[in-house]
């Protein structure tokens, strides 16, 4: 069923996740293609504009790209390639794609309110109150989304290294390779995404002042 610990259903659930932001995506990309084609006629409003263009971005590498590309194809290759029945941490693997979907229903809500921030949240735009909570929501998603990364990650590594005598005794597909160091680039990368988008909303809800300058902070510590 739709909570088996198969790694072919669980590679299922993420293609299906991120044909949907593959659609979404390119829904939103054709609304911005269309606004230019008249300089004059503008058929969506300057504020929906960044909205879009900040939705578009994170749907396509969020939900579409990631999703496919390591979950999918990742779910099914890998076991295969390696000759093994499943991945090491099934019900992680499960747990990783299902935080998809509570992801995917923050980024509709935030897409829904509102959140033209941009795609990369560069502060001080993203860092004021008056921008709304759906920057918020999409912070939130971007938390999920990134916690599940996170987690596949550490699924495809404990996979590959718990079948190390395999890699002694036979050659190993460069797809094996491809995905062992995509993962651990993610697992070394994506918390310090979400470290900075954490100092983000406490900048927005609680007061400090990580990227304000007023308070001693500094913008352009978000960018580094």
């Known amino acids: ?61 969020f939900f579409f790209l990631m999703p496919v590309l390591i979950g999918g194809f990742g779910n099914f290759l890998l076991p295969l390639l390696l000759g093994m029945p499943d991945l090491s941490l099934p019900r992680l693997n499960a747990l990783s794609a299902w935080l998809m979907l509570p992801s995917a229903v923050c980024f509709i809500i935030s897409l829904w309110i509102g959140s033209g921030v941009g795609w990369t949240f560069y502060p001080p735009l993203s860092s004021f109150p008056y921008t709304g909570i759906g920057v918020d929501y999409l912070m939130f998603s971007l938390h999920l989304a990134g916690l599940s990364s996170v987690f596949g990650s550490l699924n495809f590594i404990t996979t590959i290294f718990s079948s190390i005598f395999y890699f002694i005794n036979t050659r190993v597909s460069i797809i094996v390779w491809a995905y062992l160091f995509t993962s651990i680039l993610l697992l070394s990368s994506l918390p310090v995404l979400a470290a900075a988008i954490t100092m983000l909303l406490f900048d927005r809800n609680f007061g400090s002042s990580f990227f304000d300058p007023v308070g001693g902070g500094d913008p352009l510590l978000f960018q580094s």
């Open 1 to 61: 069923g739709q909570f088996s610990l198969d790694h072919k259903r669980i590679g299922i659930i993420y293609m299906f996740i991120g044909l949907w932001g593959g659609f979404m995506g390119l829904s939103l990309s054709f609304l911005l293609r269309l606004n230019y084609t008249d300089p004059y006629f503008n058929l969506i409003a300057p504020e929906v504009y960044n909205y879009i263009i900040t939705s578009h971005g994170l749907a396509m590498i």
